[in-house]
C-alpha cells in the first residue's frame, strides 16, 4: 500500500495497478552498445541497500576486496590500484597527468579518436607529444612505433588497447615492450578491454592502466579504476614542478587505498559507497569465472558477432587480426545511414552510432562484453536483419544468425 499526492491511503488494487502501469513503462530493449552494458541483477541489488558511512566495516570489506581483485583482474600483483568516483576520462586523466611535467615527451599511439584525448590531457599539462596514428580499422605498426621512439625519446608512450571509435585492439605486449626497451613509461587505456580481453600488466611492462567501471567489468557507470606501478609512482615522486591537479593527485589517492587494503579506512574525497557495492559484486562474479575462460568466452561470441554481420555482408571495420572481442564496429550498407540504428531499436535491440569522423553515418557500434552471451547476439543479429529489412534492404533472413550459431556451435571447426 502506498500514500498518493492527496495523502489519501491506496487499496492494495490501487497499489498493485500503480505498479502494473510502473512496470510496462520499462525499457525492455536489449543494451548493446560498447558501454555502458547490461549488468546482472546481482550487481544492480547490491546496490538497493542503505547508504553506509565510508568507514564502515562493510564498506572496509568492499573496498579492501574490491582492490585485491582489481590487481589480479590486472594481473600486476606489484601496482596498487587506485578506484575514484568518476568515469574513464578522469582515469585517463589521473593515470597520465600525473607522470608527466612541463616540457616531458609523450608518443601518442593512436588507433582511433580515444587516443587523443591522452594527446588533450599532454597539452593541458604543458607536455609535447607526437602522435603515432594508424589508417582506421588497422593496427599501429610496431616497426613505426620503434623508430618514432628512437627519434623521438619519449618520456611516457600512451596505448589504447581497444579503440571503441573503430573496434581496433592494440598488441599492448609488443608495443610495452618496444616503449620499455627504450625506458619509456607505458600507460594503458583499458577502458575497453580490461575483464573482456587478455591482459597482464606486470608480465607485459604496463606501468599504468586504467578503466572504468561500466564495460567488461559489469558494473553501473561512475567508477574511474586506475593502477599505478613501482616506476609511476617514483615518476610522480621525483617531479620538479609543483603537480596542478587535485582531485587528480595519486600521492592524495594511494595512501588511502593502502589504508582500506590494511583493513582501516581512508579519506581523501568520498567515495561513491553504493557504486562500492555494486563494484564488489560485479568483482566477485568476474573472479569467479577464471580470466582465461573469460577471455575465451569473449573470443567465441566476439567470433560469432563478428561471422554473422559478415554473412550480412555487412563489413567489420577492423581488419581481422586487429579486431576487439569487446565491441564489433561494422559498415552499414550503401545508401542506409544511422536510421539502421532506430530500426533496430524499433525491433527490441539498442546499438550505438560511429563516432569516428570516417564511419559516423556509416557504420555502426555493437558492444559484446561483460555478461554478454549466445542469447545476446543471437537476438541482436534478429534485430539487425529484421531492421535492415524494414529499411528495404534485401535480407536472406537467418543468414547472419546461421553464421553466428555455426560459430557458436563450433561446426565450423
Ligand atoms: N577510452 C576508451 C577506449 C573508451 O571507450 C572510453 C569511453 N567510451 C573512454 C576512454 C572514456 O571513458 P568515459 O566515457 O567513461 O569517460
Same mark, same amino acid.
Given at each position: 500500500?502506498?500514500?498518493?499526492?492527496?495523502?489519501?491511503?491506496?487499496?492494495?488494487?490501487? %497499489?498493485?495497478?500503480?505498479?502494473?502501469?510502473?512496470?510496462?513503462?520499462?525499457?525492455?530493449?536489449?543494451?548493446?552498445?560498447?558501454?555502458?552494458?547490461?549488468?546482472?541483477?546481482?550487481?544492480?541489488?547490491?546496490?538497493?541497500?542503505?547508504?553506509?558511512?565510508?568507514?564502515?566495516?562493510?564498506?572496509?570489506?568492499?573496498?579492501?576486496?574490491?582492490?585485491?581483485?582489481?590487481?589480479?583482474?590486472?594481473?600486476?600483483?606489484?601496482?596498487?590500484?587506485?578506484?575514484?568516483?568518476?568515469?574513464?576520462?578522469?582515469?585517463?586523466?589521473?593515470?597520465?597527468?600525473?607522470?608527466?611535467?612541463?616540457?616531458?615527451?609523450?608518443?601518442?599511439?593512436?588507433?582511433?579518436?580515444?587516443?587523443?584525448?591522452?594527446?588533450?590531457?599532454?597539452?593541458?599539462?604543458?607536455?609535447?607529444?607526437?602522435?603515432?596514428?594508424?589508417?582506421?580499422?588497422?593496427?599501429?605498426?610496431?616497426?613505426?612505433?620503434?623508430?618514432?621512439?628512437?627519434?623521438?625519446?619519449?618520456?611516457?608512450?600512451?596505448?589504447?588497447?581497444?579503440?571503441?571509435?573503430?573496434?581496433?585492439?592494440?598488441?599492448?605486449?609488443?608495443?610495452?615492450?618496444?616503449?620499455?626497451?627504450?625506458?619509456?613509461?607505458?600507460?594503458?587505456?583499458?577502458?575497453?578491454?580490461?575483464?573482456?580481453?587478455?591482459?597482464?600488466?606486470?608480465?607485459?611492462?604496463?606501468?599504468?592502466?586504467?578503466?572504468?567501471?561500466?564495460?567488461?567489468?559489469?558494473?553501473?557507470?561512475?567508477?574511474?579504476?586506475?593502477?599505478?606501478?613501482?616506476?609511476?609512482?617514483?615518476?610522480?615522486?621525483?617531479?620538479?614542478?609543483?603537480?596542478?591537479?587535485?582531485?587528480?593527485?595519486?600521492?592524495?589517492?594511494?595512501?588511502?587505498?593502502?589504508?582500506?587494503?590494511?583493513?582501516?579506512?581512508?579519506?581523501?574525497? %568520498?567515495?561513491?559507497?553504493?557504486?562500492?557495492?555494486?563494484?564488489? %559484486?560485479?568483482?566477485?562474479?568476474?573472479?569467479?569465472?577464471?580470466?582465461?575462460?573469460?577471455?575465451?568466452?569473449?573470443?567465441?561470441?566476439?567470433?560469432?558477432?563478428?561471422?554473422?554481420?559478415?554473412?550480412?555482408?555487412?563489413?567489420?571495420?577492423?581488419?581481422?587480426?586487429?579486431?576487439?572481442?569487446?565491441?564489433?564496429?561494422?559498415?552499414?550498407?550503401?545508401?542506409?545511414?544511422?536510421?539502421?540504428?532506430?530500426?533496430?531499436?524499433?525491433?527490441?535491440?539498442?546499438?550505438?552510432?560511429?563516432?569516428?569522423?570516417?564511419?559516423?553515418?556509416?557504420?555502426?557500434?555493437?558492444?559484446?562484453?561483460?555478461?554478454?552471451?549466445?542469447?545476446?547476439?543471437?537476438?541482436?543479429?534478429?534485430?539487425?536483419?529484421?531492421?535492415?529489412?524494414?529499411?528495404?534492404?534485401?535480407?536472406?533472413?537467418?543468414?547472419?544468425?546461421?553464421?553466428?550459431?555455426?560459430?557458436?556451435?563450433?561446426?565450423?571447426?
Amino acid at each position: 500500500m502506498g500514500w498518493d499526492g492527496r495523502s489519501r491511503l491506496l487499496t492494495e488494487r490501487e %497499489t498493485i495497478a500503480e505498479i502494473q502501469a510502473a512496470a510496462a513503462k520499462v525499457d525492455r530493449t536489449l543494451l548493446m552498445i560498447p558501454g555502458p552494458t547490461a549488468i546482472t541483477a546481482e550487481v544492480l541489488a547490491a546496490g538497493a541497500r542503505p547508504v553506509l558511512s565510508h568507514s564502515d566495516p562493510r564498506i572496509r570489506t568492499f573496498v579492501a576486496e574490491a582492490l585485491a581483485r582489481l590487481r589480479n583482474l590486472f594481473d600486476a600483483p606489484a601496482a596498487q590500484p587506485i578506484i575514484a568516483a568518476g568515469s574513464g576520462t578522469l582515469a585517463m586523466d589521473i593515470g597520465l597527468a600525473n607522470l608527466i611535467e612541463p616540457g616531458d615527451r609523450v608518443l601518442i599511439l593512436e588507433s582511433g579518436v580515444f587516443g587523443r584525448r591522452f594527446q588533450a590531457i599532454a597539452e593541458r599539462n604543458g607536455a609535447e607529444f607526437l602522435v603515432e596514428s594508424a589508417p582506421v580499422g588497422e593496427a599501429v605498426d610496431p616497426d613505426r612505433v620503434r623508430r618514432a621512439i628512437e627519434a623521438y625519446q619519449p618520456k611516457v608512450v600512451t596505448i589504447t588497447h581497444v579503440d571503441t571509435s573503430t573496434g581496433v585492439r592494440l598488441d599492448v605486449e609488443t608495443l610495452s615492450r618496444i616503449a620499455r626497451e627504450r625506458d619509456a613509461l607505458v600507460i594503458v587505456d583499458g577502458v575497453c578491454s580490461i575483464g573482456g580481453e587478455e591482459f597482464h600488466g606486470d608480465a607485459w611492462g604496463v606501468d599504468v592502466a586504467l578503466t572504468a567501471s561500466q564495460k567488461a567489468i559489469g558494473a553501473p557507470p561512475g567508477l574511474a579504476i586506475v593502477t599505478v606501478g613501482p616506476r609511476a609512482r617514483a615518476a610522480r615522486e621525483r617531479r620538479r614542478t609543483p603537480f596542478p591537479g587535485y582531485f587528480t593527485d595519486i600521492l592524495n589517492w594511494l595512501p588511502v587505498m593502502e589504508s582500506y587494503e590494511g583493513g582501516a579506512p581512508g579519506y581523501f574525497g %568520498t567515495p561513491a559507497v553504493t557504486l562500492l557495492a555494486n563494484l564488489h %559484486t560485479a568483482l566477485e562474479e568476474l573472479a569467479a569465472e577464471p580470466m582465461p575462460q573469460r577471455v575465451a568466452r569473449h573470443a567465441r561470441i566476439a567470433g560469432a558477432f563478428k561471422a554473422g554481420v559478415a554473412a550480412l555482408g555487412l563489413h567489420n571495420v577492423a581488419a581481422p587480426e586487429a579486431n576487439a572481442n569487446t565491441l564489433t564496429v561494422a559498415r552499414m550498407p550503401d545508401g542506409v545511414g544511422d536510421e539502421l540504428i532506430d530500426a533496430v531499436r524499433a525491433e527490441g535491440v539498442t546499438i550505438a552510432r560511429a563516432i569516428h569522423p570516417e564511419l559516423r553515418g556509416n557504420s555502426f557500434r555493437v558492444g559484446h562484453m561483460g555478461i554478454c552471451g549466445p542469447a545476446e547476439i543471437l537476438t541482436t543479429l534478429g534485430a539487425l536483419e529484421r531492421g535492415l529489412h524494414r529499411l528495404g534492404q534485401p535480407v536472406a533472413f537467418g543468414a547472419g544468425l546461421g553464421a553466428a550459431q555455426r560459430v557458436l556451435a563450433g561446426a565450423n571447426d
